[in-house]
């Protein structure tokens, strides 16, 4: 084997392994900022459910992936600040204050929410609930910041 054959060789190993690095490096996750704020209460705990596709929007059974968000560690000023890592994907938010403590959004008879809530991009209901492509956003390799005031609904 020359010399010139051997080197190519390496240099074909080397590159393989810097690509397969690469990859490795495209799969990586971003970071998700979300700050809320317009909540009364500084004590109790914020939910945040994500999710990843159209079919799967406002759905119990299909969250991506959700956080419980104790607000008194959160505080950040007038904020309730966390981080999300997450891979870079499209993603839209749900967000509630659980009142009452029961892990769960309590809602009417006709499902509408009777505690605080909101969405990403502060996508607003109109006749039913927001829409995904309304709450719908990009994470990329930059940190993205979703600002979402907490509404209450009477
Ligand atoms: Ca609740």
Redesign the pocket.
């Known amino acids: 084997m020359s010399k010139t054959l051997v080197t190519a060789l390496l240099l074909n190993l080397f590159l393989g392994i810097f690509s397969s690095q690469w990859t490795v490096a495209d799969d990586l996750t971003g970071i998700l900022i979300v700050e809320l704020s317009g909540l009364k209460d500084a004590t109790g705990d914020v939910y945040i459910a994500v999710y990843n596709s159209e079919e799967d929007w406002l759905s119990e059974d299909a969250v991506f992936s959700s956080e419980k968000v104790a607000i008194a560690d959160a505080l950040d000023g007038e904020l309730v600040r966390t981080e999300l890592q997450l891979p870079l994907d499209d993603y839209a938010l749900t967000v509630f204050y659980?009142?009452?403590?029961?892990?769960?959004?309590?809602t009417n008879f006709i499902g509408i929410p009777k505690?605080p809530f909101a969405m990403s991009n502060n996508a607003v209901a109109k006749f039913g609930p927001p829409k995904y492509n309304e709450a719908v956003f990009t994470l990329g390799a930059e940190p993205h910041i979703q600002h979402i005031v907490i509404q209450t609904l009477e």
Do not use: I, K, N
């Not at 659980?98 to 309590?106: K, S, Y």
């Open positions: 659980d009142a009452d403590g029961d892990g769960e959004l309590d505690e």
